[in-house]
């Protein structure tokens, strides 16, 4: 199965460090991206916690469309629940024209407490919310009738779309998983891409990523629908560099800040230190919550991701920001100039060439090595 790379980004920040910054930051990172020629970049949606600096990711994305040419661009993920579906029919309608068709929109319930205290939404009205809501989304971003629906939350009164749809074969849809059965079944159930985030925070317990894919299938199969692993896509925190070594010093001062103070602090979730921050990164890496070390390192990685989940479609590196900046580039640059080609095969033909001149040139000074040989009269 072909691999798919690319980037995830909340975005996360330190927030001690300049936010307009970050913001310009990451927009140069997608277009770093671009160039780079990986292939997705999603962009979160959050309120609150102080390291998540983006709320509206539509206007991000319409942002990055202009700034790219090629790389898809994906909103990762609506907070349905936070959204009149009318509104977000819309802005994904205008995001699939602006980007020409390199939209893809994602929509979950949202995951932090403090978003939805803001809003005064209960916690346990947002996946019942989602699930009400996403017929309608879909109904209204491809289909022909006039929507009449009344519910607790939204009202709609013969809605339509007045815009058609750029893409032909309608907007790309997907759905997030953070662990529970919600997202899977989901996208089974409404034909959507499933976008796994395949590494548990810090406090949480382990993601089990092939207990999601089986929860997709089984819910297929009793509905009718069809998954395809290739629509799969899993997120794990990455950093990589040209040694284990370096990458573990670029990462781990930022590491520190992003487990203590963005969940410790900010989220409340229940992590304690170790011996050292380099003692901290490496346990995160033994318990798969993140990829940190070199090209091999992350080759290996993936590998065994994709042996543990028997196998999907798309890699997302999610960007934490723990590196300084010219590490955090030179991170992405590896990922797209050497560990991506493992996957996608696009050296294979230069490696087979020098595989071949040299089975050549053996072959030539072989045959020069014969002895002649005369006939007889």
Known sequence: ??????????????????????????????????????????????????????????????????????????????????????????????????????????????????????????????????????????????????????????????????????????????VSSVGSPNGPELAAEHGMSLLSFGAAPPGWPSADLAQQWRIAEDTAAKKGTVVDRADWRIAIPMHIAETREQAYRDAESGFDRWMFNYWGDAVGSPVTRGISPRADMEQAVRDKRAIIGSVDDAIEAIVELKTRTGGFGTFLAYAMNWAPWDATRRSYELLASQVAPAFTGTTRRGLESIDWSQNWRARTRDHAAEPATTSAR
């Open 1 to 174: 199965m072909h691999t798919g790379f690319g980037i995830f980004l909340s975005p996360l920040h330190d927030p001690r460090t300049d936010p307009h910054i970050n913001i310009e930051r990451d927009l140069s990172l997608v277009e770093l991206a671009d160039a780079l020629n990986l292939d997705e970049c999603w962009f979160g949606e959050h309120h609150s916690l102080g390291w998540p600096l983006v709320g509206a990711p539509e206007t991000m994305i319409a942002a990055a469309a202009h700034r790219t040419s090629q790389i898809v661009l994906a909103n990762g993920v609506v907070t349905v629940p936070f959204h009149h579906p009318f509104h977000i029919a819309t802005r994904a309608l205008m995001l699939d024209h602006l980007t020409r068709g390199r939209y893809i929109l994602g929509l979950g319930p949202g995951a932090t407490p403090n978003d939805a205290y803001m809003l005064g939404i209960p916690m346990e009205e947002l996946k019942p919310r989602t699930r009400q809501a996403i017929p309608t989304i879909i109904e209204l971003l491809g289909g022909d009738r006039r929507v009449t629906e009344s519910t607790g939350w939204y009202d709609l009164v013969e809605a339509r779309m007045q815009l058609p749809p750029y893409t032909k074969d309608g907007i790309r849809l997907a």
